[in-house]
């Protein structure tokens, strides 16, 4: 009976992860792949050596504002 309970409990952990996780990872998938995101970072998920964008990401020569818009690697 305690392995029924446990197989129950885990069934409902994977269900959950499931339910959640494959939405969110196609989500993002589709918006990496709508934006050619993969041409600029293929690496995914790590970003280079980081697994988030860091401050050396970012152009030094154009105004902070302006990589979000024209650097394809922060965007």
Known sequence: MK???AMKSMRLRLGLITGLGVPLVL?????????NAGIACNT?????????????HF???????KNFVENKLVT
Not at 27 to 35: E, L, N, R, S, V
Not at 51 to 56: E, G, N, R, V
Not at 59 to 65: A, C, K, S
Request: proline letters at 9%; a neutral charge.
């Open 59 to 65: 152009l030094p020569d154009i105004p902070v504002w």
């Open 3 to 5: 392995t029924i309970g």
């Open 44 to 56: 995914w998920p790590w970003v280079g050596d980081n697994w988030f964008i860091s401050k050396k």
């Open 27 to 35: 989500t993002t998938g589709f918006f990496t792949a709508g934006t």
